[in-house]
């Protein structure tokens, strides 16, 4: 099957230097502390959007996706959206932690 190169191109576009846009979602989401554990932090789809200078569509489309998955769920939190409007913030369902070797 023959791909065209526009589609080629918009591809790349979302998944900038070969790293699919829900990965990008994903690392977000884990920031790493002083003794090295994961935490993570809550954002607003909205946010995500800045952040990833993504469109809505895309950002939101990979959240559902990940929310259905089971790696994202609603914080309980509420933020203001650069409209104005309360967004839901979202947070990892699991955050992976260092093995600790004894």
Partial sequence: MLIQQTSRDAYESVNRGNIPIRQQII???????????????????????????????????????????????????????????GAICWELVDVPQPNNLL
Avoid at 32 to 54: F, I
């Fill in 27 to 85: 690392d977000k989401f884990l920031l790493k502390n002083a003794t090295g554990c994961y935490y993570s932090v809550h954002w607003t789809c909205d946010q995500l959007e800045c952040m990833l200078d993504s469109k809505h569509q895309t950002v939101s489309a990979s959240i559902r996706s990940l929310v259905k998955e089971g790696v994202l769920q609603d914080s309980g939190f509420k933020r203001k959206t650069r409209s104005g409007r």
